[in-house]
């Protein structure tokens, strides 16, 4: 009875299982994270979950890539209002803190219609706000585990060690700005 009472703890698993980290083949900056790291989850103080989406150019993207930077994982939707208010800020962000080594992606799970955003809604979404840091599709439904109750957007704030710094629901900008300086 033990057994199958261990047998369906759910447990989070990094892709590649541990293994030698290999960074995906894209045009963004990429740093190696160290030999063994594990992810654990999306709460404050774990490692992130090492998960790769593909971006607004067709490109895989790795979160672990950006080892050694402070990262913005920003979880939006297209269809939600907060969200895109949000985005309006995203470039700016990302320029006042890039020369401290500071990353923002935006990962979104929905487009308009609440269905997996493909390549060019990705585009329509950097365009729409003049976003030039990564845009990822969530394909793998990550924001499924990240943000399970689905109150949008969600900005997870990540040190240069991987470990999840700050969970925001629902900021400000002026919010996603302090818990950033927090970071670096």
């Given amino acids: 009875m033990l057994l199958l009472l261990l047998a369906c703890i759910p447990e989070l698993h990094t892709v590649g299982g541990g293994g030698p980290w290999s960074a995906p083949e894209n045009s963004w900056p ?15 103080g774990d490692v992130v979950m090492e998960v790769r989406l593909p971006d607004q150019f067709g490109a895989e993207v790795s979160i672990w890539q950006f080892y050694g930077s402070v990262v913005a994982v920003d979880f939006s939707t297209m269809w939600c209002s907060p969200c895109q208010d949000l985005a309006a800020g995203v470039q700016a962000t990302a320029d006042a803190y890039a020369a401290e080594g500071f ?23 950097a365009d729409s706000f003049g976003i030039q840091e990564p845009v990822l ?44 300086e927090a970071a670096l």
């Fill in 30 to 44: 990429s740093s190696p994270p160290p030999d063994g790291l594990l992810g654990q989850g999306y709460d404050e």
């Fill in 103 to 125: 990353v923002y992606l935006t990962v979104l799970p929905q487009d308009v219609e609440g269905e997996v955003p493909d390549t060019e809604d990705l585009n329509l979404w």
């Fill in 137 to 180: 599709s969530d394909s793998l439904s990550v924001a499924e585990q990240a943000v399970p109750l689905q109150n949008w957007p969600v900005v997870l704030v990540i040190g240069r060690d991987l470990k999840v710094k700050s969970r925001l629901d629902g900021p400000t900008e002026a919010v996603v700005h302090a818990s950033i």
